[in-house]
């Protein structure tokens, strides 16, 4: 080979992986679709109930992309709410100690605005690190939860309205799976379409910068806070809704599943990137998942390490990660290809 021709194929191959790079930076699902593709293939395998049971595979992903959605904001932003497992508790419990149905599932989506509007006092105002802050919240809500209850599940008052929120409403859909279409649609639009929801992207990007633009930041900390406590509540009551009572010790799970399902989906923890079908994808994803595992006989504990293990694959895989990769490759290739000096 001539030294022309080298460096020539140097090139090519430094065009590829520079290719290559801005492919990975545009896109942000593809780790979900992989999954979701894996993960449907399998159960069609193992589990094909899994396709014929609308219900309960529905059910599963509207919960998990509730609170993934909501952790999307918050995400987005650079910032973590680890309280949305005990928010989700607490939300149900208040619903449920209220005599008056309507009058309860106020209450308990107003605290999930009150918990997000603290959490977001102590990381903006305070200054305490969101992660420290929200754990502490998780740890203080959820005891509140068992004290409200007497640690002890709390039955509605209104069971048959309950009852009815799980039939079907619209062909296979039921009332809380139309809930999460619609909260879908809403953080779509919000982040893609509205002025504020594109502003967390800067925020989470460049938070200096976004200053400097005169974006008001810490407006947008606490917006994003408070949706995701308004979500994580409003998960709360639709499975309190669907269960007819309402247990302090809910959403043990959800916190994982709901971490993993944003994460899978695209969204960086450091902010600035993700988007709300990518969380979407990934919500179906731990759904079918969960659901297959649990029609397998898998216990709950052996389905957190399956899906901690998909969240570990999920970071060491994204994006900026394998860039570093392909980048450490391309100089290996551009090394070996470039002709030496004779001699």
Do not use: H
């Amino acid at each position: 080979m001539t030294d022309v021709q080298a460096m020539s194929l140097g090139e090519e191959r430094g065009d590829f992986f520079q290719r290559l790079r801005t492919r990975l930076a545009r896109r942000t699902e593809g780790r979900a679709l992989v999954l979701l593709f894996v993960v449907a293939v399998g159960a069609w395998i193992k589990e094909p109930i899994v396709f014929t049971s609308y219900q309960v595979t529905l059910g599963r992903i509207a919960l998990i992309g509730l609170v993934a959605l909501g952790l999307t904001a918050v995400i987005l932003m650079g910032e973590l709410d680890l309280s949305v497992a005990s928010t989700y508790a607490v939300a149900g419990v208040v619903m449920a100690s209220v005599d008056n149905l309507a009058l309860g599932i106020i209450a308990g989506l107003a605290v999930g605005l009150l918990i997000g509007a603290v959490n977001a006092f102590f990381v903006v105002v305070v200054g305490i690190n969101s992660f420290i802050a929200t754990l502490g919240m998780l740890f203080f809500v959820r005891g509140a939860a068992f004290v409200i209850s007497d640690e002890a599940p709390v039955r509605l008052s209104n069971i048959e309205a309950g009852i009815s929120f799980g039939k079907p409403l619209i062909g296979e859909l039921t009332p809380s799976m139309l809930l999460f279409i619609l909260t879908f649609i809403v953080m779509q639009v919000f982040v893609t379409r509205v002025r504020a929801g594109r502003e967390f992207y800067a925020v989470g990007g460049n938070r200096e910068a976004a200053r400097d633009a005169g974006i008001p930041v810490k407006r947008r900390i606490f917006t994003g806070f408070m949706i995701c406590g308004f979500v994580a509540a409003g998960a709360g009551v639709i499975n309190t809704l669907k269960l007819t009572a309402a247990d302090p010790t809910a959403g043990s799970t959800v916190l994982l599943s709901s971490f993993a399902a944003a994460i899978v989906g695209g969204v960086l923890l450091t902010g600035g990137r993700g988007t709300i079908f990518g969380t979407l994808l990934g919500a179906a994803s731990l759904g079918i998942l969960q659901i297959a595992l649990t029609l397998s006989g898998v216990q709950v504990d052996v389905q957190n390490i399956i899906i901690g293990f998909v969240l570990f694959v999920a970071v060491i895989t994204d994006p900026n990660s394998l860039r570093a990769v392909i980048g450490s490759a391309r100089s290996f290739f551009q090394s070996r290809s470039t002709p030496r000096p004779a001699g």
